[in-house]
């Protein structure tokens, strides 16, 4: 079993930051990818961003810039650094990781539960 456990959510102030991290558990054979997506009220899941195990990253056009993600391989953690929040960030934040199990045999998406991120004054 692999669980993804998110946290650093919570309510900022417009221009404010947070950090989210999410680190996964279980029997791992090897984390090929992590990111974060996130879903806002009547909208679909999007992508925020993501990185694989060699370091590549990618992110959505709109929060280059803003939003950082980077990795601690040894921790099987991922973090998301958002910077210069805007109410439109407000969302539940889903961490997500493609991984290996039974030594590389089984590969498949986990998701985390969410964390609520409140940008508001």
């Known amino acids: 079993q692999v669980q993804l456990v998110e946290s650093g959510g919570g309510l900022a102030q417009p221009g404010g930051s947070l950090r989210l991290s999410c680190a996964a558990s279980?029997?791992?054979?090897?984390?090929?990818?992590m990111g974060w997506y996130r879903q806002a009220p009547g909208k679909q899941r999007e992508l925020v961003a993501a990185?694989?195990?060699?370091?590549?990253?990618n992110y959505a056009d709109s929060l280059k810039g803003r939003f950082i993600i980077s990795r601690d391989n040894a921790k099987n953690t991922v973090y998301l650094q958002m910077n210069n929040l805007k109410p439109e960030d407000t969302a539940v934040y889903y961490c997500?990781?493609?991984?290996?199990?039974?030594?590389?045999?089984?590969?498949?998406?986990?998701w985390g539960q969410g964390t609520q991120v409140t940008v508001s004054s």
């Open positions: 990185i694989r195990s060699g370091g590549h990253t």
């Open positions: 279980g029997s791992i054979f090897s984390i090929y990818a």
């Open positions: 997500n990781a493609d991984i290996g199990t039974n030594y590389g045999t089984t590969r498949y998406d986990y």
